[in-house]
């Protein structure tokens, strides 16, 4: 049996696993993993879709440029949310991880871990790629929140109910006193 034959056949295992371990570093995991619709559950379905999409072209070897998108997908989500760098972009290279363990647990398999040593540049070219992605994201980010402090925005969005404040500015000066 040749890899890509091989990878093929084992698509849904390893799908199955490689999205249950990146839902898995969410603090709502068991959410993300249960509700299948996408409107309710945006991350879990975005994780799912781009994962999917990226195994597929990593399958077919395309251009890293055709992996951007799934990429996007998955990454964009990570980068806005409290990931650092390495746990942003560790799902990508989870992939070798997942297709070894599915590999070494069945028999039939086991002679093409070999032959791994392609598939697993490909991913972490992919890796890499999800990198350039999650610090595009980040730079964003801080581009907006500098946008928001110089229009003053950020008062806003960042401060509190003025009630809240309020309360806590007097607790503060009942500490004091």
Known sequence: MQLIEALKNKKKEILSTWVDRTLDSYVSSGFFKRAQDK?????????????????????????????????????????????TPAQAVAPILELKWVVKQVFTADKKLRPLLIELDSFDCDVDRAALAAFDIYTICREQLYQNRISELKSGRSILTDSGCPSALDRQGKQHISKLQ
């Open 39 to 83: 409107f309710a559950n945006p991350v879990g379905a975005n994780i799912r879709e781009g994962l999917s999409k990226l195994y597929d072209l990593l399958l077919c070897k395309a251009d890293q440029k055709e992996m951007m998108d799934p990429l996007d997908q998955v990454i964009r989500i990570r980068a806005v949310q409290e990931f």
